[in-house]
């Protein structure tokens, strides 16, 4: 599959996304639900702290696409939500969101501050689309 990345401006570069990506053509598409700060039980982990929250949840991004034969490379796009935008600017980077850039993933993106997600103590979700 190849991919092309749109870029208008370059703004968005230290950032680690890209306006739109074209892809194309694809063999298999994967749409993954929000992946959280949770347990293989789907029990909350690390109330109030972002950092760890978004590590979790990029690890637990990993472990879907892997287990749909997919990896990081493959993603071309995510949504994050969250219920704090600036505890969610300040520890993307150290919260794993580097993981991406590490692996050459530059993924169309679109970042939302929502009222509550599915758990109280949930800070952060991570959506993501990728293909092959």
């Known amino acids: 599959m190849e991919k092309r990345a749109i870029n208008p401006w370059t703004w968005q570069e230290a950032m680690g996304f890209v306006q739109a990506m074209e892809v194309g053509p694809a063999k298999r ?15 909350p982990l690390h109330a109030g ?20 034969g ?42 939302l501050g929502v009222a509550r997600l599915f758990h109280p103590d949930i800070l952060v979700e991570i959506e993501a689309t990728a293909m092959k």
């Open 29 to 43: 598409t994967l749409l993954c639900s929000g992946q959280t700060s949770v347990d293989a039980n789907g029990v």
């Open 49 to 68: 702290d972002m950092v760890a929250q978004l590590k979790q949840a990029v690890a637990n991004l990993e472990t879907v696409l892997v287990a749909g």
């Open 70 to 111: 997919f990896d990081l490379t493959d993603v071309v796009r995510l949504n994050y939500y969250t219920t704090d935008v600036d505890a969610f600017m300040q520890g993307a980077a150290a919260g794993g969101l580097g993981r991406f850039t590490e692996v050459g993933c530059h993924p169309a993106s679109t970042l």
